[in-house]
């Protein structure tokens, strides 16, 4: 039980186009979503906190506009990294938590590669 | 600011030996506890769980909690090199999770098991 999915687990793409990345909880209702983000040999980056039917709660620092976050429904989450550029080149890891529980289970993640 | 405090490592422990993992925390208000094991270029997999003070065993792994030391900790018996990884210990503010609540994650233990 608790398997979380992610799709694409790698992607390339141009300077100047936009990514979509989805995160799918396959046997649990998530009503919360989170996004990661780690470089190499760094710790994880907590992005956006995001709830089903609700808009996503940002870290600082992190832009909204440039990472848009949907939740529409209790088993995925999309998270676009538009315009993207080299330095968002990253390793995107999303996990999700049923309602009511307290553990939190990691999708595999997106290995992004802006060239 | 919340914080948990991990040492980075490496942690070297030959084959067969008791890994001991260490891990402290700020928030003295903090309820869940978690271990999780992130492989090089792989996601973190939560591994165990630990909500009261005292001793949770589940298989090699054994987590300890003590709310007063505000220390958490984690052995792994008879250590496999399938065991070196990194070891992220994580905390969350609440034992009854509203949807806003985050796991406050350490920046992860590097362990390596010496065949």
């Known amino acids: 039980g608790a398997v979380v999915s992610q799709h694409p687990s790698w992607v390339i793409c141009k300077s100047g186009t936009s990514v979509k990345i989805e995160c799918r909880s396959l046997d649990f209702q998530a009503t919360t979503m989170f996004w990661y983000r780690q470089f190499p040999k760094q710790s994880l980056m907590l992005m956006a906190t995001?709830?089903?039917?609700?808009?996503?709660?940002?870290e600082q620092g992190v832009e909204k506009d440039k990472f848009l976050i949907n939740h529409a429904s209790l088993t995925l989450s999309t998270l676009t990294v538009t315009s993207a550029h080299p330095e968002d080149s990253s390793f995107y890891i999303c996990?999700?938590?049923?309602?009511?529980?307290?553990?939190?289970?990691f999708g595999p993640g997106t290995r992004l590669t802006v060239t | 600011q919340k914080e948990v405090e991990q040492n980075s490592g490496p942690l070297s422990v030959p084959e067969g030996a008791i890994a001991s993992l260490n891990c402290t925390y700020s928030d003295r208000v903090s309820q869940s506890f978690f271990w999780y094991r992130q492989y090089s270029g792989k996601s973190p997999e939560l591994i165990m769980s630990i909500y009261s003070n005292g001793d949770k065993e589940d298989g090699r792994f054994t987590a300890q909690l003590n709310k007063a030391s505000q220390y958490v900790s984690l052995l792994i018996r008879d250590s496999q090199p399938s065991d070196s990884a990194t070891y992220l210990c994580a905390v969350t503010r609440l034992a009854a999770m509203n949807r806003d609540d985050k796991i406050i994650f350490g920046k992860g233990t590097r362990l390596h098991i010496l065949p």
């Open positions: 995001s709830n089903e039917g609700s808009k996503a709660t940002y």
């Open positions: 996990s999700a938590r049923a309602s009511g529980h307290y553990e939190q289970y």
